[in-house]
């Protein structure tokens, strides 16, 4: 089953999240189309600046104004490239050259992580972090914009941690990073990761667009994971937190649509259209930086 797509221009997204007590309850045209939802990424997935799991460099990746006096840079894996496509719009809006460093699984923080699809400890994000850490110090930005997934696999010692002990060591790993970018003299801006949905969120919407409530989330299951790098955002009095929840959330539950579009496209990613329809918001949150 699927639902008919609605132009761009007619989908209000993040800007119906006013109503996020009273949810959509159905949808007759939606964007983007659930069996499009996977393949609805950013401009930046399309150029090759989510580095590949065995690959260790990023290639330019420079948006928005290239000569610009403004640089800032968004740094983590895909869960901070999902706020690409709202970036780059606040980029051209704002002139600021754009610089996007990002590598599929590989979390911010300094830790060594277990890589699923490849089987071992994933020693090339090890390497690219170190690599990503050292050009964003030449970069000499004006402020650093950084996100992960909450719930890698961390190998100590050899061994992999189970999931509490993995989250402590996230949690130092990643305040260890931000205390490295902090000393950039860049204002760093950590983005709270998304929630976490227990389904397919497109498959279930396609199912039940007249019965949007079947797909929405629990909020307490999805934020359920541990809020590591808001923790380690906290450990710092000039480092910036953002927390998107109480646009992506009521108090009870998680829309799989708001304003006529598919917030997730697979996983806990949401889809680059939903992506754009919260420049506004990353605009009213990220004030001009201006460098220490």
Known sequence: PTVPEAPEREVAGAEAAQDRDRPQKDVEAIRPEPRKAYDDRSRMHADGCLVERLETRSPECVYGDPNSDTTVVLFGDSHAMQHFPALEALARER??????????????????????????????????????????????????????????????????????????????????????????????????????????????????????????????????????NVRAAEAFSDVELLDLTPVLCGEKKCPAVIGDVLVYRNGAHITATFSRTLAPWFGKHLQEPARS
């Open 95 to 228: 002139g600021w050259r754009l610089v996007g460093l990002t590598k599929g699984a590989c979390p911010p923080a300094e830790v060594l992580t277990h890589e699923r699809s490849l089987g071992r400890e994933y020693r090339e994000c090890v390497e690219w972090r170190e690599r990503t850490l050292e050009r964003i110090a030449r970069e000499k930005p004006d402020m650093i914009v950084t996100s992960s997934l909450a719930t890698y696999r961390v190998i100590k010692n050899g061994e992999p941690l189970d999931r509490r002990e993995s989250a402590k060591e996230l949690e130092k790993g990643y305040a260890s990073t931000l205390d490295k970018l902090r000393r950039t003299g860049a204002k760093v801006v950590v983005v709270r990761d998304v929630p976490h949905p227990d389904r397919d969120v497109p498959d279930c919407v396609s199912r039940f667009p007249d019965r949007l409530d079947e797909c929405a989330l629990a909020r307490g299951k999805a934020l359920g994971y541990h809020p590591l």
